[in-house]
């Protein structure tokens, strides 16, 4: 049996027991999603639509094979990869042919697919779906990594609310130094030059190593020059390409991408990893640091500043675990459109729910 029919059935089977449980009973719709981690993601993106009513459940497309990844995902629940598969009942089922519908979701990282517009085929069926949802930033990573949060992150991570360092002005600046050269990868990617300047090109040059929290501009300016340098070169490479350049820098203004938040369309991976990560952790290790001063210098028994320095390092938490749990994402305005499509979805298939009463 093949693949899309095997899900087409699966969808035909949550919708059967919908009906079965009765009008009273909630509907369950099920999410599927990339991998283990997106499943906390996609739960908070989905927790305040659950109601009397409905209910979600978020989970990898297999069970069977434990296979994940977008790709996955998208092969698994929409049609047209093998177009002679797809039985004729997947009609009935939700709109493009896809085994998709009322009770079946796909919840997927927009990498790069948003901002190609439907330029390549998977961008086509991320956008066009009106049952898989995307996360409009590159990836989960990219809320996690959401400036206004992350002074939160050090508070959970060091019980220090002392504020030593602006996230939100420093990841502006960096995204300014980075703009540049993100248009330029975001037309390699739309026009199929990625092989001459990939996203591993474009995270090599705007890693900002040497970043210290005293000078973080040293950080910034070296990943200015860096971008400078690498926008002369393809310039050369590609010399009659300014007005294709100036179109899609118009473009991703169109699709809400400006100077100073691109940082949230960078690959997400890079950005958790080789840039928020490093830098929370320098940012933490100060504020442990001083807090750890505090109790050294505060006018109390040995015995005492020992057992509150032992209860202090027994609290403290990994910068990556806090990282992945931060959900101040909430409320940033690319996670409240994601929100908005949700919205939108539970009213059409309500509406469709009446129409058939």
């Known amino acids: 049996m093949s693949k ?108 790069y697919d948003y901002l190609m517009e439907g330029a390549t085929e998977q961008s086509r069926k991320v956008l066009k779906s009106p049952y898989v949802f995307h996360t409009y930033v590159y990836a989960i990573e990219n809320y996690q990594c959401y400036a206004p949060s992350l002074h939160g992150v050090c508070v959970a991570v060091t019980l220090n609310d002392h504020r030593i360092f602006d996230f939100q002005d420093y990841f502006r600046q960096f995204s300014e130094a980075c703009f540049p050269l993100f248009v330029w990868s975001v037309w390699a990617y739309r026009t199929g030059h990625h092989g001459r300047f990939s996203l591993s090109d474009f995270n090599r040059v705007c890693d900002p190593g040497g970043f210290t929290v005293q000078n973080p501009e040293v950080s910034i300016a070296n990943i200015r020059r860096k971008v400078g340098t690498k926008v002369r070169e393809l310039q050369r490479q590609f010399p009659d390409n300014k007005e294709a350049y100036l179109k899609v820098k118009d473009d991703l203004r169109r699709l809400g991408v400006t100077p100073q938040t691109t940082y949230l369309y960078m690959q997400g991976h890079h950005l958790f990893d080789t840039v928020t990560a490093p830098i929370l952790t320098k940012v933490c290790n100060q504020l442990r640091q001083e807090r750890q001063t505090e109790i050294y210098h505060a006018k109390a028994h040995r015995t005492q500043k020992r057992n509150e320095m032992s209860c202090y390092e027994n609290s403290r938490q990994d910068v990556k675990t806090m990282l992945k749990k931060n959900t101040g994402y909430i409320l940033c305005d690319r996670f409240r459109q994601l929100q908005a499509d949700i919205a939108q979805y539970l009213s059409s298939i309500t509406v469709s729910d009446i129409d058939q009463v």
């Open 4 to 111: 899309s029919l095997k899900d087409n059935i699966n969808n035909q089977y949550f919708e059967a027991a919908n009906v079965l449980r009765g009008k009273q009973s909630r509907r369950r719709i099920v999410a599927y999603v990339e991998s283990y981690d997106d499943i906390y993601f996609w739960r908070t993106v989905l927790a305040p639509f659950e109601d009397e009513k409905r209910y979600f459940e978020v989970m990898l497309p297999s069970k069977l094979n434990l296979t994940r990844g977008k790709k996955s995902v998208l092969m698994n629940f929409i049609s047209g990869e093998n177009k002679e598969t797809v039985p004729a009942a997947s009609e009935e089922v939700g709109k493009g042919d896809s085994p998709l519908g009322k009770s079946m979701i796909a919840c997927v990282d927009a990498d």
